[in-house]
Nanobody, 124 residues
Framework: QVQVVESGGGLVQAGGSLRLSCAVS????????MGWFRQAAGKEREFVAA????????YYADSVKGRFTISRDNAKNTVYLQMNSLKPEDTSVYYC?????????????????WGQGTQVTVSS
């Protein structure tokens, strides 16, 4: 059974940094495209970042480009999201997702397995 578990959320002041982690078990992590999404209260879930199986390609939403960095450690079955220069508008529940079909990187429908989410709150 596949498990996707996020950690690392919390409360941070504007301009600060957080690193989210996402551990995957139950299936070959190295074969999965991994994505990070977020959902603010009252809004739809939106794409944040994705990294392909080998880590050679990374994709970012325009709103986080230059501030967030996605990376993966295949030996630890873990993907990370380093978030710098955080803004109050980054406040959301952040979700990690795994795609073994190779269906794409930015669409929620292309991901088969999701974590429970971790809250990130940025105060002004």
């Amino acid at each position: 059974q596949v498990q996707v578990v996020e950690s690392g959320g919390g409360l941070v002041q504007a301009g600060g940094s957080l690193r989210l982690s996402c551990a995957v078990s139950g299936r070959a992590f190295v074969s999965a495209t991994m994505g990070w999404f977020r959902q603010a209260a009252g809004k739809e879930r939106e794409f944040v970042a994705a990294i392909t199986r080998g880590g050679g390609n990374r994709y970012y939403a325009d709103s986080v480009k230059g501030r967030f960095t996605i990376s993966r450690d295949n030996a630890k079955n873990t993907v990370y999201l380093q978030m710098n220069s955080l803004k109050p508008e980054d406040t959301s529940v952040y979700y990690c997702a795994a795609d073994w079909r190779g269906a794409g990187t930015r669409e929620t429908l292309n991901y088969d397995y999701w974590g429970q989410g971790t809250q990130v709150t940025v105060s002004s």
